[in-house]
């Protein structure tokens, strides 16, 4: 699935309940108006968003660490976990969810 032992080993079965992972920043602007976007995705399509603060938070960022591989290294970053791909950055609702239904 998402090919990450660090995430195994850390969460053990989390992956089975959560659909997307978003690490963010509780300052970021970018992150704050991508929440609605978020909330409404998991409203309409069911899916579970698993949330990371990173910028305060250094175990957070080494989970993001382990997803990242250096594609993105900022906020927002959300990773897919049933596709495996990534989004880096704010995008619009169509873009968000074309990602993460996997189409």
């Given at each position: 699935m ?67 591989k ?12 049933k ?21």
């Amino acid at each position: 699935m998402h090919g990450c032992k660090y995430y195994d080993i850390i969460h053990g079965m989390a992956e089975l309940s959560s659909n997307i992972l978003e690490f963010y920043g509780t300052e970021c602007e970018h992150c704050i108006r991508m929440q609605p976007l978020l909330e409404r995705l998991e409203k309409e399509l069911g899916v579970t968003v698993e949330r990371y603060e990173v910028w305060h938070n250094k175990e957070n960022r080494k989970i993001m660490e382990q997803y990242d591989k250096d594609s993105c290294e900022g906020v927002p970053f959300y990773v897919n976990i049933k596709t495996g791909k990534s989004i880096c950055g704010e995008v619009d609702y169509e873009a968000l969810k074309t990602w993460a239904t996997g189409v």
